[in-house]
């Protein structure tokens, strides 16, 4: 079985196709994440589940964020022990903390698989084909308010406190889902330098935020943080403010 991405289907900019996309692309790789070991498989799960309700956002739909709430831990803790187990793998550490990792990796895995095979999670795919309706939201609008949302963060930002960090990265995760959503319905080439410069700002979060997840998990198992990744940590801090001015001063292609 090979991981499902998303697809943005070109058309009329209804709800309909946008959230049936985004939920066959959870319903799959759930399933692959039951029968398979690769990691992609629940990597891709979380993007569907983002992407879901990045689409109920933009079309004002009510959500499914209540029955998320019961089994998105269980995920994200998983996906975090496979992330920080890749890196390990290929760190300067002893072999009895990659073994400890392993098994916790394992464990993390088997906590995943046993909640996307309850009862909670039938039901939450049961809400969500029940969402699955025509509904038209205005592209423009929809862009504009998950700009602005990014915007009203970052102006208060400290780029070196974790937690506003990853609140500015989830802003701008939902900002790229609707550029990708609605790109097609503007003229112009102007989106793909825009999405280019908020991807290098996503990526940058999103390494830091895999740093600070590294940190976590090795103070767990009452390790120390290498050198080298204090040393990233920092250039990556550095970099951020760049990024952001270059980000900001870019023309919205939908403007």
């Not at 956002?57 to 209540?66: D, L, S, V, Y």
């Not at 990792?101 to 939450?124: G, I, W």
């Not at 780029?159 to 960090?165: A, F, G, K, P, Y």
Request: aromatic share 10%; glycine share 4%.
């Amino acid at each position: 079985m090979i991981p499902v991405v998303g697809s943005s289907p070109i058309g009329h900019p209804s709800f309909a196709p946008l959230f049936s996309a985004a939920l066959a692309q959870v319903e799959v790789n759930a399933r692959g994440v039951a029968q398979s070991s690769d990691p992609e498989f629940l990597h891709q799960l979380r993007v569907g589940l983002r992407r879901l309700r990045t689409v109920q956002r933009a079309f004002r739909i009510p959500g499914t964020k209540r029955r998320l709430r019961k089994f998105k831990p269980a995920l994200a803790a998983a996906r975090d022990w496979d992330v920080f187990y890749g890196w390990l793998e290929n760190a300067r550490v002893s072999p009895e903390l990659k073994s400890l990792a392993r098994r916790k990796r394992a464990a993390a895995r088997r906590q995943a698989q046993q909640v996307l095979s309850s009862r909670a999670f039938d039901q939450f795919l049961r809400c969500a084909r029940r969402c699955v309706h025509e509904s038209k939201a205005s592209p423009l609008k929809a862009l504009e308010w998950f700009y602005r949302k990014a915007l009203k963060h970052a102006r208060r930002i400290d780029w070196e406190d974790e937690e506003d960090r990853h609140a500015l990265r989830i802003r701008l995760r939902r900002l790229r889902y609707a550029c990708e959503f609605f790109a097609p319905f503007f003229p112009g080439t102007q989106y793909a330098a825009y999405l280019k410069r908020v991807k290098a700002l996503q990526d940058l979060l999103g390494e830091l935020n895999d740093i600070a997840v590294a940190r976590r998990l090795l103070k767990e198992m009452k390790a120390e943080p290498p050198k080298p990744l204090q040393r990233r940590e920092a250039r990556l801090i550095c970099a951020l403010g760049p990024a952001w001015t270059a980000f900001e001063s870019s023309r919205a292609f939908w403007g």
